[in-house]
Structure formats: structure tokens, C-alpha cells
């Protein structure tokens, strides 16, 4: 194929759909109407000749090309803007997409005081948090994602890290769990049923390596891969969670739950997250500017 006659815009549409695996909201984050959006797709099957994304109950399913073209188109259109944005960046003309990588939890803590920043500094720039099914390393190196949170203190050359804050993991329960008003102790802790957030289904974490260390076991009843229906399920239970600090004191805000302190004292039951990027990113501005509001908001996490 010449490249030379293929329309930029086509891939644009591409890269959106294979974002948001759905046409209406691909066609509201690239500026386009639904029929142009649909009417670019159709454009870009007959040149590719494949149908690129099938139509499914759960959204739109990229055929195995667009998932070997994603990440070359992605890379490139970055790269693009990144030459379009030149040596400046200002954030109340900006517009564009950041998009990072990041555990569940902080969607749930870190980022509705970072979309309040942006929406005051940069209205016309939006964000996207993705939980990433591969390593958080190809997502940066294929330019999928701007930069990632995570506790990564040691990535590899490519990639600059930077501590951004770190907190203890806690308790959080309903009112009137049964351990409340009583000391945390670790016997009390193993007595009692458990809730447990795994991204990966595993039903064992670090908890559960640190009471085996002492001869203890917890009984784990229920797991679920994020941590935002864990409310509803601790004011409905005798269950308890043990979570990041910081996602304990906002569902003691929201919902009324209670925090106790985690009776494992191990090196463990400190969280330190990380902000990691691609150093060809280092001296961009919209990428210094993002990392440092992230960098503010984070500090506000030190405990």
C-alpha cells in the first residue's frame, strides 16, 4: 500500500476505536459525528482489506491484524503529536489525551483530585486510566500509555521512575463489625472472614505470605478484581478488606466505614507507588507538565 494516499485521519479513527471499543464514544473523543465516524471505518476496511473490528454484545472486537497494527499506529500518531506540540505546551489551549497506566485503586483515590487539577488548568485535555492485562512495560514502550503508577522502583534503562508516595495498608469494615472498639491483633485478624481486591483472581497475597510466616491462615470468602463495589459488600457483611490507606479513608468518607490499623507489621504493609516513564518522554512538555501535577498530588499522600 503508498502510504502517501492513505488519509492520516483513517488511522486517527483506528486508534480511537481501538481505545474505546465502542463507535459512539470513539467518534465523541476524535470531534466526529457517528455517521463519519462509521463512514471513516468503512473507508479504512476496503484499504486494508479486513474488517478490522467485529460488532459483539460486549463491544466492538478488534480482528487479530488490528491488534498486530495497534501498536505501531499508536506509536506513530504519538510521535506525530509530540512533533505537532513542538517545544511548548500550554494547558489552556491544549488540547489532547493522556493516557496512564494504573492499579485499580488509584482511579479510586489519585484521580478524581487529578481530573479536578486538569479541568482547571487544561479543559480542553482529557484523561484515560488503564489497567493493563500485559506488563506495564510495553504499554510505554508501544506508547499506549504516557506513564505509569505502579511499585516499580527498579525498571529497566529505558524507563526513568520517580517515588511519588507511599502509605500503609489498613483495615476498613462496617460499623458494627464485630472487631471494632478491640484491639487489631493478629489472632482476632485471623478469626474473621476477608474480602480481597485481585486484579489477577489470584485468592493470595502478600497478607496471606506474611501469616503463613507466623503460622496463620485467614479465610478469604469472596474475591473480585477492583475495589469499586467493596462498600456495598463490607456495610452488607461481616467481612473486612485490607487496602492502601488511601482507598480506606474514602470509603470512610463516602460510605461511613471505619479504619483500623493492619496487624501485620511487615515491610510489606507499606505501599510504595511509583510514577514511570519512557525517557524519550523526559523532556517533553505536556509529559513534564502532567508529571508534575501528579508529582503535587502525590506529596499530599505522604504519610
Known sequence: MNLRSLDLNLL??????MRERNVTRA??????????????????????GDELFIRTPEGMRPTAWALELS??????????????????????TATRLFTIATPDYATITLFPKLLSRVRQEAP?????????????????????????????????????SEPLFEEKWVCTMRKGHPMVGKPPTL??????????????GKR?????????????????????PTYGPAPLILETTDLILTCPASVAREFERNVGTLVSPCPLETPQAMRS???????????????????????????????
Open 12 to 17: 486517527v479513527a483506528f486508534d480511537a476505536l
Open 27 to 48: 467518534a465523541r473523543t476524535i470531534g466526529l459525528s457517528q455517521p463519519a465516524f462509521s463512514n471513516a471505518l468503512t473507508r479504512l476496511r476496503d484499504r486494508l
Open 71 to 92: 501498536g505501531p499506529i499508536s506509536s506513530a500518531l504519538n510521535e506525530i503529536q509530540m512533533a505537532l506540540d513542538g517545544a511548548s505546551f500550554d494547558p489552556a
Open 124 to 160: 480542553g485535555v482529557s484523561l484515560q486510566a488503564i489497567s493493563p492485562s500485559i506488563h506495564y512495560g510495553e504499554y510505554l514502550d508501544n506508547q499506549s500509555a504516557d506513564l505509569a503508577l505502579l511499585a516499580w522502583p527498579d525498571p529497566p534503562e529505558r524507563f526513568a
Open 187 to 200: 489472632d482476632r485478624y485471623a478469626s474473621v472472614e476477608h474480602l480481597l481486591v485481585s486484579a489477577t
Open 204 to 224: 493470595r497475597n502478600w497478607i496471606d505470605d506474611a501469616m503463613a510466616d507466623r503460622g496463620r491462615t485467614r479465610r478469604v470468602v469472596y474475591t473480585m
Open 273 to 303: 507507588v511509583h510514577m514511570v516513564w519512557h525517557k524519550r518522554l523526559g523532556n517533553h512538555p505536556a509529559q513534564q507538565w502532567l508529571r508534575g501535577i501528579l508529582r503535587e498530588l502525590g506529596a499530599g499522600f505522604t504519610q
